[in-house]
């Protein structure tokens, strides 16, 4: 029996109810769209801007639970706050006659789920959406605001292919309204519910979700990376027979190899199980971090489900203009790579039999800084042979070279993936450190004043030099921070000293830097021991007299 009440000029119920012409509030109700769990939905007149929009009309509990409403109210507003193309647009929340509603933008399209319909999403159009969809969540992240139950209902495709992320902020205020529901069809729960309670939909929670432990920004990196999985194989990854072996499944299990049809190359294949660890500490660190991955990824041509890449064809070294060769530098760049062909013997482990080969890798005579990919079959370094002084990348064996970047900028340093070039930029009177995709794109800053920087071995930190003054004393500091930059500390303050060259040891626990000697002193190098703050010198101390 559904429940029915007297609202105003028109009879809410738990189906569609509002009749076209119906006022609620200055809106005019012109047909229904939808309706849920979460309420029901209408296609709307604004008469005041002249414009349609779409309202939601919530479920009674929010309209008769005070609390649950001003917090609604509260994470409404925050949401309408964001202002991001990625994120659906909240116009206005208001109330009539004890009917509590939210003025939305109002979307030509469909949901991601209508999208998938079963089926896997082509290559190019999966990296385009799961792109957009982590846009949308960094700019809610950095607002301090976690969506909790991302999943293909709660993304809209447009007609013109823009994703737009759904109940932002209000998903996180909903609780069962049953306590023996389906586990499949759960909502979230408050941000500030009891421990062991849980929140998400089964197949796209986190595994914190999934045990009932506190979540952040990462559990929705965690739910991307499903969503881009079903987008590429068609399927949920963790889904099972019944909800609690699917949470099972989230716990304990690895996500299934992807099929051999997608064609999907190894750098998706990466950012699928960086999406995917189990603990948060191994996951993407930021939303952002994510969306620049899947932006250098998206620059890839190539074949991928029977369409090329997104940007195929176009130049993809946007900082600078390409040298002839450069476009088919970097196809038979991903060629290789995807391949694995090619690799070097000089970076293996252990000695070569017989002597050593020398061989010439770059040909101008003004090339400088070389840093070599982990598989050994990429080369950055910098140079000035075009008369800018600029990164450029050479394929290994044999391969073309071409500017990665526009310049002024020195001491390539490439992450541990293979995926990224840190490397250092002269920006007026200073120096900062960047990032850019091996693929092209736009360089982002990491960190300002800085003059060299290192990945360390799990590429999830960066080592770099900071050039101080301390009371009228000129020296280096020496600091670590995330690979975005964020939460950057001191390790030590050399006063007088001149400091290059910081490297990570292999285990991730020391990081060695080069001291400039003087007139009467060699150069030493000095240890420092990252967690700790111990420093101490390789070499010898200089002779006495």
């Not at 789920?113 to 969540?137: C, H, M, S």
């Not at 420092?528 to 200089?542: A, C, F, G, K, N």
Request: proline residues 9%; glycine residues 12%.
């Amino acid at each position: 029996m559904r429940a029915r009440r007297q609202v105003g000029v028109f009879h809410w119920t738990s189906g569609m109810s509002l009749a076209p012409g119906t006022r609620l509030g200055p809106y005019e109700i012109k047909s229904p769209i939808g309706a849920g769990g979460m309420g029901e939905v209408y296609r709307a007149r604004d008469p005041r801007l002249e414009r349609e929009v779409a309202v939601k009309i919530l479920p009674p509990v929010f309209s008769g639970d005070p609390d649950r409403l001003r917090r609604f109210q509260q994470e409404a507003r925050a949401a309408g706050a964001l202002n991001h193309p990625n994120i659906l647009a909240i116009h206005d929340v208001g109330t009539h006659d004890g009917v509590s509603y939210v003025v939305s933008e109002l979307l030509e399209g469909s949901t991601l789920r209508d999208r998938l319909a079963g089926a896997a999403v082509p290559g190019r159009k999966a990296v385009e959406y799961a792109l957009q969809i982590a846009r949308g969540l960094a700019a809610a992240h950095d607002r301090g605001i976690v969506h909790r139950d991302l999943k293909p209902e709660n993304v809209f495709v447009t007609h013109d292919g823009h994703v737009k992320i759904l109940d932002f902020g209000l998903a996180k205020l909903t609780r069962p309204e049953h306590e023996g529901g389906a586990l499949t069809n759960l909502p979230t729960t408050p941000a500030g519910t009891d421990p062991g309670m849980v929140m998400g939909t089964v197949g796209y929670m986190s595994p914190e979700q999934v045990r009932g432990q506190p979540s952040d920004q990462r559990s929705d990196i965690f739910s991307l990376g499903v969503i881009l999985h079903e987008m590429v194989s068609g399927r949920q990854p963790f889904r099972r027979e019944s909800p609690v072996e699917t949470m099972s499944a989230i716990l304990k299990e690895e996500p299934p190899e992807l099929p051999a049809t997608a064609r999907v190359p190894p750098a998706l294949e990466r950012i699928l199980r960086h999406c995917l660890e189990k603990s948060p500490a191994e996951r993407f660190q930021s939303a952002r971090d994510l969306a620049f991955d899947l932006e250098a990824l998206s620059g890839i041509s190539g074949p991928f489900a029977g369409e090329a890449w997104p940007g195929a064809g176009a130049p993809v070294a946007s900082a600078g203009a390409l040298r002839r060769g450069g476009i088919r530098f970097l196809a038979g760049l991903v060629a290789g790579l995807l391949a694995g062909a090619g690799a070097v013997h000089w970076l293996g482990r252990g000695e070569p039999p017989g002597p050593p080969t020398v061989r010439y890798l770059t040909y101008s005579g003004q090339d400088t800084e070389p840093s070599a990919s982990p598989d050994g079959r990429l080369i950055a370094f910098a140079s000035t042979r075009d008369g800018r002084q600029r990164i450029w990348l050479k394929q290994l064996p044999g391969g073309d070279e071409v500017a990665l970047t526009a310049g002024p900028d020195t001491r390539p340093r490439i992450s541990p993936d293979g995926s990224t070039v840190l490397f250092a930029r002269q920006e007026s009177a200073r120096t900062s450190l960047f990032r850019i995709p091996v693929v092209g794109g736009d360089p982002r800053k990491v960190v300002e004043d800085a003059s060299e920087g290192d990945w360390s071995p799990d590429g999830r930190r960066i080592a770099f030099l900071r050039p101080t003054r301390k009371e009228n004393t000129a020296g280096w500091t020496i600091m670590v921070a995330d690979a975005d930059g964020r939460g950057a500390r001191d390790l030590a303050h050399l006063d007088d000293r001149i400091l290059f060259a910081p490297r990570w040891s292999p285990a991730g626990t020391e990081i060695a830097v080069t001291q400039m000697g003087s007139q009467n002193s060699p150069n030493s190098i000095l240890i420092l021991e990252v967690d700790r703050r111990e420093t101490r010198s390789l070499s010898p101390p200089p002779p006495a007299g």
